[in-house]
């Protein structure tokens, strides 16, 4: 075999390797997916990598998939077998959805009876009939699944806060909250977190308050192992939080290692609009030394 010949053997035999190896990773990919989907730690401990050892999945949609499921045994698991977690961080922050609530951590029997009594907010009411199908005027008996569904239903709704039966203005909440304007602030994180503090006020005992919440332990838990703090990837995340006027998590990012250094050039004067939440914001990068750019 001439040298040529062989070099093109060596290529072909190491074209099929590295095919092997990519048709290896796409199935433990999908198979710690499928895991995380079942919230099924025992396989997924099998599939995964000791830490340490050279791994062959990126895990991202097992990662996002045990988020989504409130699963953080399982999301530990990925993070020790070295699956980076900024991405999820970020989507997360920016998407807000560790702003819902998940499994096993609220009182949904205790509040489905209080959900049919003729008092309950309407918009309780409503999302908890268009969770279960029940028809019109009545309310079928529902499952955790749905009345998570219905809870999720109510933290995007812009309207609960003007509803008598809610009581908005007499709960004690931070004055930022309490300075709402009008019905129509479509579903952003603001009323989902407006939202959460209502809910939590009216039935303290049935639901956890937002900072204890299964979401933002895992939120938390994501941000302490995340790779990338002060580069890129901690810049995205802090401009996530920044945009979305997020106070709560900027804190909690500063807290895990973040640096508001990276919102060098973002804090701009004129970005802000003077609303309760802007102010809120303002006040508190301020509160940490920064200053804003002028335009």
Partial sequence: MTMFGGAAVAFHVL?????????????IDGATFLAAQQGDAAALAKL????????????????REAFAQGSPEILRLLVAAGVETNSLLVQQVSQ???????PGETDWKGLSGAWQEPSCPKAFQAALRDQTGGPSGTIAVAGEAEFLAALSEVLGNDEVYADPAVGFKAMSLPAWMKETPSPGWNNSPLVRRVNWAILESLYPHALPSLDRGKGTSMLRFLAREALDKRGEGGRAALRAAYYDRNVEVLEMLVKEGFSLEGLQGEFRRSSFLD?????????????QGMRPTEE
Avoid: I, K
């Fill in 15 to 27: 074209g099929w390797v590295v095919a092997l190896l990519l048709s290896r990773a796409v199935l």
């Fill in 48 to 63: 995964v990598p000791a830490p340490g050892a050279r791994r062959l999945l990126t895990g991202q949609d097992a990662l």
């Fill in 96 to 102: 807000s959805r560790f702003l819902n609530f998940f």
């Fill in 275 to 287: 609303v309760p939440e802007d102010r809120h914001l303002r006040a508190y990068l301020e509160g």
